[in-house]
């Protein structure tokens, strides 16, 4: 069974992954670490990138939130034989790890003034910028079906989460009505959380009630 690692929240990196997993009935387990041990660990060089979340498959442990998303995804049927969508895919996968690098710093900081100043930074400087792109790559898709492709992907379940911790009012100074100005992001978002086969997951039900 594949097993992933993290700390006691849900956080987006491991999310994605256990997403895609759950949306094709496959099993695996999430196992929690306290930040304490997490150090711990760290120290004695326990984790492939010194990094959360790993994931544990035939007893080898592996690193980076992409190449777990990216497994996951392709054994939930989730990821493309197509070069091309392949191309899209990634671009949101990357995306997402852009924008949340952006944001970092302002999590990061410990001093209330600095956090604060860091994060007025980002709404200012890179907020709008960032969603921007991901409607432009959302506007290219093809097909009638409200997702990046033609069928749902881990596209979809990578810019789902990002727009939920966004919009979820759990970042100081993030106005959660900012996707009103992305007329086409919010179909798209609002479009996920009524799709039935993603709605039903027990996971999906447990990131939109916390």
Same mark, same amino acid.
């Given at each position: $069974?594949?097993?992933?690692?993290?700390?006691?929240?849900?956080? &987006?990196? %491991?999310?994605?992954?256990?997403?895609?997993?759950?949306?094709?009935?496959?099993?695996?387990?999430?196992?929690?670490?306290?930040?304490?041990?997490?150090?711990?660990?760290?120290?004695?060089?326990?984790?492939?990138?010194? /990094?959360?979340?790993? $994931?544990?498959?035939?007893?080898? $442990?592996?690193?980076?939130?992409?190449?777990?998303?990216?497994?996951?995804? @392709?054994?939930? @049927?989730?990821? @493309?034989? #197509?070069?091309?969508?392949?191309?899209?895919?990634?671009? =949101? !996968?990357? &995306?997402?790890?852009?924008?949340?690098?952006?944001?970092?710093? @302002?999590?990061?900081?410990?001093?209330?003034?600095? /956090?604060?100043?860091?994060?007025?930074?980002?709404?200012?400087?890179?907020?709008?910028?960032?969603?921007?792109? !991901?409607?432009?790559?959302?506007?290219?898709? %093809?097909? #009638?079906?409200?997702?990046?492709?033609?069928?749902?992907?881990?596209?979809?379940?990578?810019?789902?989460?990002?727009?939920?911790?966004?919009?979820?009012?759990?970042?100081?100074? =993030?106005?959660?009505?900012?996707?009103?100005?992305?007329?086409?992001?919010?179909?798209?978002?609002?479009? =996920?959380?009524?799709?039935?086969?993603? #709605?039903?997951?027990?996971?999906?039900?447990?990131?939109?009630?916390?």
């Amino acid at each position: $069974m594949i097993t992933f690692l993290y700390f006691d929240f849900n956080f &987006w990196r %491991v999310d994605v992954p256990r997403l895609c997993l759950s949306f094709a009935n496959i099993q695996h387990r999430l196992k929690s670490i306290s930040r304490a041990d997490f150090i711990i660990q760290k120290k004695r060089g326990a984790f492939p990138f010194g /990094q959360l979340p790993v $994931m544990i498959v035939n007893k080898n $442990m592996y690193g980076q939130t992409i190449a777990i998303s990216k497994y996951c995804a @392709s054994l939930a @049927s989730l990821y @493309s034989e #197509n070069k091309d969508e392949c191309l899209i895919i990634d671009q =949101v !996968l990357s &995306w997402a790890n852009d924008i949340n690098s952006k944001i970092a710093p @302002s999590i990061r900081e410990k001093n209330k003034v600095k /956090q604060i100043k860091l994060r007025n930074k980002f709404v200012r400087n890179d907020l709008v910028t960032w969603f921007n792109y !991901l409607e432009r790559i959302y506007e290219k898709r %093809v097909g #009638n079906e409200n997702f990046f492709l033609k069928k749902f992907s881990l596209a979809d379940i990578t810019a789902w989460r990002i727009i939920h911790w966004f919009k979820s009012g759990k970042l100081d100074l =993030v106005n959660p009505d900012f996707l009103r100005k992305f007329r086409k992001l919010n179909t798209f978002y609002e479009s =996920v959380n009524k799709y039935d086969a993603f #709605n039903k997951i027990k996971l999906y039900q447990e990131i939109i009630t916390k």
